[in-house]
Structures are given as C-alpha cells and as structure tokens.
C-alpha cells in the first residue's frame, strides 16, 4: 500500500468514534434533500425509494452508508469499502464528493477534532489548490477582473461544472474574468466560514493590482457566506470590500430554507414521548452550517447563547445587503406558471420569497431593486449552476 493510501487509511480511523447510526441518519436526511431538489416534479411516491439519488449521488451516499454500517464489523473492512471512491487519486470526482458531502453533514465534529478529513477553507481552480501569487499573475495577465465562486452545502468547487457547463468558465470565455473557486467546509457555522472568507480575500487583494475588480457569484448557501464575509469584512475594515464591484446570489436561502425548519420540527416531535427521545440523537448530530439554515443565520449573534436544536421562532439580527455592492438575486420555481403553491414551494429547497429576499418584517427584508432580481421557472435548485438562461442573466448583470 501506498503512503499515499497509508494517510487515507489514517484519516479515515478519525471517523470511528462517531455513533454510526448517526452518522447513516443524517445521511439519509441530506440525501433526501438532494433527491428533492434535483428529482423532476410529478414523479410517483409510491416507491419505498422515493428519496433514494440516482446516478453518482447514488453512489456516494451508498459508500458513506456501507462504510459507517461496516465499522462494526472492523476497521479494515470500512477502508476497503472506501477504496474504490478514495484511492490514490485524491482529486478524483467522486472522492471530492464524498468529502463534501461527509463534511455538510459531521464537517464541524471533524473540524472541532482536528480530523484530515475536515475541508479546509482555500481557493481553487481544477480542483487544485491556488496560492496568492497564482491568482495575482491570472489577474495581471486578464483585464483585471476576478470573480470568486462559492458552492453550496454538501457540495464543493468541482460540482460548479454540471452537464458541461460551469459559469466561472463561460465568464473567463465571454468576457475574460479570472474564475477562483472557494473550497470550504459547508458542516461550519456559516459566521465561521464567512470570517474565514473574509481574512481569506485580504491576502488575495494584498497581491493582486490595486485597479483589480472582482465579483462574487454564490449558490445556495454561498450567498449567506458571502453576506457574513462582507459583514465581518466591514467590522474589521478590510480593504477587499473596495473592490468588491457586484455580488450574484444563486437560489441562496436569505431567510433560510423549509426543509431546514423541518429538521427542528422532528427534533420537537421526538422528545415529546421518553420512548422516542433517544432516536432524537439522530438529528442532534446535524452540524452547524446545517442548523443555521433554518432561518438563515449570518452572523454569530443569530445562534450563540441558543440551543442550535431547539424550535424557536427567528430571532436574526436584521442584517442589510451590503453597502456601495451591487447586489443581484435569481430564483427558480419548479413550476412553468405563477401560482401561489409552486411560489412557496420554489426550487424544491428555497422559496422564492427566501431566495429573493422578501421577508414581512421590514427590518428582515432585503431590498434587491426589482430590476437586479430575475425568476426562472421549470427550474430547480441544481438547474441553476448550469441553466442557458440563468447563465445569460449572469452575463448581462456582469457587463453592464
């Protein structure tokens, strides 16, 4: 066995003090959302497997569930079922998704214990880790506009391509921006990741040319980092916020998502009786970036001193959009037409009312101008990382 296999084997042996009926839990949770956003609408519930992924994202939640059933069977047999994801190859695909998905659902269990297989937060392209003076030489051989690319929860950089199309390459083709791509742990408190982000941009800026512009494009729940990042980036007054020209949120969850809330609902449910409290544990693992949105959480304030797990109602510190940014927000329905059901139900994730920000309290609601918001429909959430139409809004937003 290789070094390289001897530190997979190694990384890997962090993950056995975990309770494994935990672990397959919550699997099961995550999986089940990413069957709903991505499954097409009318399909039968008749199936025992209605929540069950198909494809690739079958077989990755599949290996996260035999590994962590076969670690009572012994150490040795959870590593050869790893294997064929994890191998000697540690950029492929499927690896990077396994490690996403795993850090979406433990990420802050395996960041609080220093664990290899926690995501640290850095930038990259091609999967490849940049340093700043990689990126600098990008931007001074460009026209001097960077624009940062921030994936959503269980997800990671490479998964910005899907079904040929990533819009960080189309925008380096069509208008000659320098696409940088964030890797970061989605299973962190969202406050957490957006401090990271922020110190993150400060070493970029520091090298790259003082007439840089750089934009931010961020799906999901890369759109909450990115308000935290620009939020905890004006309490320290960092220099990357001057130029910082437009910010473009993709289906981002601003006042959090339904499915979300629905996970502190079970937690409700089952520590009513005595005799279903102990299955209470299964959602009680759900991590930070996880329980943040429920509501949305952007700042520290949003959750510390709380019981991250309990049912409360959202008490958010109103938090604007930020300032002399432009700000733009795209949406989708599953639905071809407007109607009050598919409006709520929206991509299948995020309502649209979450996504483009309305809220009905006054001080929660975020004022896009009507003119830099734009619903897409027949759409749902994973559509919007390579939708023609999507792609072409972001285009026309950018260069105008």
Not at 49 to 62: E, F, L, P, S, W
Not at 121 to 128: D, K, L, V
Not at 316 to 342: F, H, M, W
């Amino acid at each position: 066995m290789s070094q390289n296999s001897n530190n997979i084997s190694e990384d890997l042996r962090g993950i056995g003090s975990l309770t494994i009926e935990a672990i397959t839990g919550i699997t099961d949770i995550v999986e089940s959302l990413h069957h709903t956003i991505s499954s097409i609408p009318g399909i039968s519930s008749g199936s025992s497997d209605q929540n069950r992924t198909k494809g690739i994202a079958k077989m990755v939640y599949q290996n996260i569930r035999n590994v962590t059933e076969l670690v009572g069977d012994g150490i040795d047999v959870m590593l050869q079922q790893f294997d064929p994801i994890l191998g000697e190859n540690e950029s492929s695909p499927g690896r990077e998704a396994v490690l996403a998905a795993l850090n979406g659902v433990l990420g802050d269990h395996l960041a609080a214990r220093d664990n290899p297989l926690a995501i640290p937060m850095q930038f990259r392209r091609n999967g490849e880790p940049l340093n700043e003076q990689e990126i600098s030489e990008a931007v001074r051989q460009s026209n001097g506009k960077l624009v940062i690319m921030i994936h959503g929860l269980c997800m990671n950089d490479l998964q910005w391509k899907r079904q040929g199309h990533d819009h960080g390459d189309a925008l380096a083709r069509d208008l000659g921006f320098v696409p940088v791509y964030l890797s970061y742990n989605t299973g962190l408190h969202i406050s957490e990741n957006g401090r990271k982000f922020s110190c993150l941009l400060e070493t970029i800026i520091d090298q790259v040319p003082k007439s840089t512009e750089f934009f931010i494009i961020a799906h999901s729940m890369g759109g909450l980092v990115a308000r935290s990042a620009c939020h905890y980036g004006k309490l320290s007054g960092r220099t990357w916020l001057n130029h910082l020209q437009k910010l473009v949120f993709l289906g981002t969850p601003h006042h959090g998502a339904p499915l979300a809330k629905g996970g502190n609902w079970l937690d409700t449910i089952l520590n009513i009786s005595p005799y279903s409290v102990p299955f209470s544990r299964l959602g009680k693992i759900r991590s930070c970036g996880l329980t943040d949105l429920q509501y949305g959480n952007v700042t520290d304030e949003d959750w510390k001193g709380r019981d991250r797990f309990e049912f409360s109602k959202d008490e958010r510190t109103p938090l604007p959009l930020p300032e002399d940014v432009q700000c733009y927000s795209i949406a989708a329905t599953t639905s071809k037409d407007s109607n009050l059901g598919s409006d709520f139900i929206g991509d299948g994730l995020v309502t649209l009312n979450s996504a483009l920000g309305h809220h009905n309290n006054a001080e929660l609601n975020l004022l896009f101008p009507e003119t830099h918001k734009w619903t897409g429909r027949n759409m749902n959430h994973l559509d919007l990382l390579n939708h023609l139409e999507v792609y072409e809004t972001i285009k026309r937003w950018l260069e105008s």
